[in-house]
C-alpha cells in the first residue's frame, strides 16, 4: 500500500522555537506538496517542490521554508513560529506521469504553537 | 483565475437519506477533478475522479458523481447514507495541461448524519 508518512501527530511548540514538519513517500514520486488546512479555509498550499532540491512557493509561503534533499523527504520548517501558525498541516505527493490520479496524503499533523 | 467553489459549509441529513454535496469550478479547460473525504484528525482520502470519458464516475464507499460542463459542476452523490459518512468532504480541480500540477481545493462541505 502507497504511503505518505508525516512524522507527527501532533506537536506543541513555544513561540519562537524554529519548527520542523517531516513528510516521507514511498511511492517514488516527482511531486510533493505542503498545505495548511483551517476551519472554513479549507486546503491552502504552502510550497511545493517538483524534483529534488527544487521548490516553489504556494499561496501563503509567508513565515515558512521547505527543504527537499532526497527525492522521498520533503520538510517544511517554521523559522520562527508564531501562534498564527497553529493549525493542521497536510503532507502529499503525486506522480508527474500520473496527474489524473490525485494526490496521495498523509496523516497530517496538528501544530499548536503557544 | 482557477478555482473550486463548495457553495454549502454544513449539511445535515438523516441516516439512509440521499446525499448530494456540490462543487462548481472555474477552469479555462475541462480539469481534472476529485473528491476527497476526510474524517476527523485524519488526511484526506480519495473517493473518486474524473479526467475523460464517461461523465458519470462511480467512487469508493458507495458514492458517485456526475461532471456538467454545461453547469461547470461536479457533485457528489450517494443514494443512502450511513452514519460512517459523517466526515468533511473536499472538491478539488488540477489543470489538465502539463506544467499546472497543482490542486485547487474547495472550502470543503462538513457533512453531519442524524439517526
Known amino acids: 500500500d502507497v504511503k505518505v508518512t508525516q512524522s507527527s501527530r501532533y506537536l506543541v511548540k513555544r513561540t519562537g522555537e524554529k519548527v520542523f514538519l517531516e513528510c516521507v513517500q514511498d511511492?517514488?514520486?516527482?511531486?510533493m506538496f505542503w498545505y495548511r488546512q483551517d476551519p472554513g479555509l479549507g486546503l491552502r498550499l504552502i510550497y511545493f517542490s517538483y524534483d529534488v532540491k527544487m521548490k516553489e512557493k504556494g499561496d501563503i509561503p509567508e513565515g515558512y521554508s521547505v527543504s527537499r534533499e532526497k527525492k522521498e523527504r520533503f520538510s517544511l520548517i517554521l523559522e520562527s513560529a508564531s501562534t498564527n501558525q497553529t493549525s493542521m498541516y497536510l503532507c502529499?505527493?503525486?506522480?508527474?506521469?500520473?496527474?489524473?490520479?490525485?494526490?496521495?496524503f498523509g496523516s497530517g499533523t496538528r501544530l499548536t504553537v503557544v | 483565475a482557477q478555482s473550486v467553489t463548495q457553495p454549502d459549509i454544513h449539511i445535515t441529513v438523516s441516516e439512509g437519506a440521499s446525499l448530494e454535496l456540490r462543487c462548481n469550478y472555474s477552469y479555462g479547460a475541462t480539469p481534472y477533478l476529485f473528491w476527497y473525504v476526510q474524517s476527523p484528525g485524519q488526511g484526506l482520502q480519495l473517493l473518486l475522479k474524473?479526467?475523460?470519458?464517461?461523465?458519470l464516475v462511480q467512487g469508493i464507499k458507495g458514492f458517485e458523481a456526475e461532471f456538467k460542463r454545461s453547469q461547470s459542476s461536479f457533485n457528489l452523490r450517494k443514494p443512502s447514507v450511513h452514519w460512517s459518512d459523517a466526515a468533511e468532504y473536499f472538491c478539488a480541480g488540477l489543470g489538465s495541461n502539463f506544467g499546472n500540477e497543482k490542486l485547487t481545493f474547495g472550502t470543503g462541505t462538513r457533512l453531519t448524519i442524524i439517526p
Open positions: 511511492m517514488d514520486h516527482e511531486n
Open positions: 474524473y479526467f475523460s470519458g464517461d461523465t
Open positions: 502529499a505527493s503525486s506522480s508527474t506521469l500520473g496527474l489524473n490520479y490525485g494526490y496521495t
